[in-house]
């Protein structure tokens, strides 16, 4: 197997584009698509401050390196939530390297020293549920309050066409809505969001984080029992084998028809806290008055 473009020995055979390339030839193909999917949605340009959600795994630390090399403004974000082993110090340094800050948030602060799989327990929800809403409030809270101009995160074409599959399965239009690459801002108390990574493939930003030596962490939380997106994978990964390009198309296909149009949703703001709800009180406010409730019930 020879690269496309300098006939050296190739590292990587991508059957979606019929191509392989060396190591030079891939990381240059990853770092122009890369730039290609910022450009083609309109995600954000050279001086807009960018912050990055980074979890330690591969994709949002891949997606990180990515944007500072590209000459981007990216600072990274990490929320511990208390569900994995965050490894500070050497975020720390990575974020020295690229020349980025790297801001911290512990949610303990936010709901009486309680980590998120403590909250669950304490109200009896699901801990994934929980740690949606926690992240996404504090997610956009944390980059409103600091000036930055976009939240970044590290979802892949494999995240994608998965979570599209499980919402047209069971016809979820609510949440294929909200599947966009890039989500502009529509209120003021909400940071445009944007995912740069949504053509590219697992294997490609493992492939590329290797090559660069970009450290991760494996990324799999100890609480997730998605079996169903796994499952929802493992099919789109057998279709792509028999028909190469199917991800992608499917993706790219499902963006352009518009068939689910955001109808804006009338937002008010929390009586609370000030951020952007559906109801009187936002649901973040809640769980904490939730928490209060039930501890302040505990020492009765
Ligand atoms: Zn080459
Ligand atoms: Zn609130």
């Not at 600072?75 to 975020?91: A, C, H, R, Y």
């Not at 799989?117 to 600091?146: D, F, H």
Request: include cysteine.
């Amino acid at each position: 197997m020879k690269c496309k473009k300098c006939s050296d020995v190739a590292i990587i055979h991508l059957r979606q584009h019929n191509a392989s390339y060396c190591s030079k030839h891939f990381v240059d193909y990853f770092e122009r698509r890369v730039e290609n999917t910022i450009n083609e949605y309109s995600m954000f340009g050279k001086n807009s401050r960018v912050l990055v959600a980074v979890s330690g795994g591969k994709d949002s630390m891949t997606l990180w390196y990515v944007l500072t090399k590209l000459g981007y403004k990216a600072d990274g974000l990490i929320i511990d939530v208390g569900t994995t082993n965050i490894q500070l110090d050497s975020l720390s340094e990575f974020a020295k390297k690229m020349g980025s800050q790297l801001k911290f948030v512990d949610i303990k602060e936010f709901f009486e020293g309680l980590t998120v799989p403590q909250i669950a327990r304490l109200l009896k929800r699901p801990t994934c549920s929980i740690c949606g809403s926690v992240r996404r409030y504090l997610m956009n809270k944390i980059a409103l309050e600091n000036g930055y101009d976009v939240l970044v995160t590290g979802h892949n074409l494999d995240d994608e066409v998965s979570f599209l599959l499980g919402n047209l399965l069971s016809w979820n239009t609510g949440y294929l809505q909200r599947q966009a690459p890039f989500m502009p801002k529509t209120h003021q108390k909400l940071v445009a969001k944007a995912k740069p990574l949504v053509w590219l493939t697992e294997k490609e930003i493992y492939t590329y984080a290797l090559l660069n030596n970009i450290p991760f962490q494996d990324e799999k939380c100890p609480f997730s029992k998605d079996a169903s997106s796994l499952r929802y994978k493992s099919v789109l990964n057998n279709l792509e084998v028999s028909q190469p390009g199917t991800k992608l198309r499917f993706y790219k296909q499902f963006q352009r028809s518009q068939l689910f149009k955001n109808d804006n949703v009338e937002l008010k703001e929390c009586c609370l806290c000030g951020y952007p709800t559906t109801s009187e009180k936002c649901s973040f406010c809640r769980m904490r008055e939730r928490v209060k409730d039930a501890l302040g019930k505990q020492k009765d």
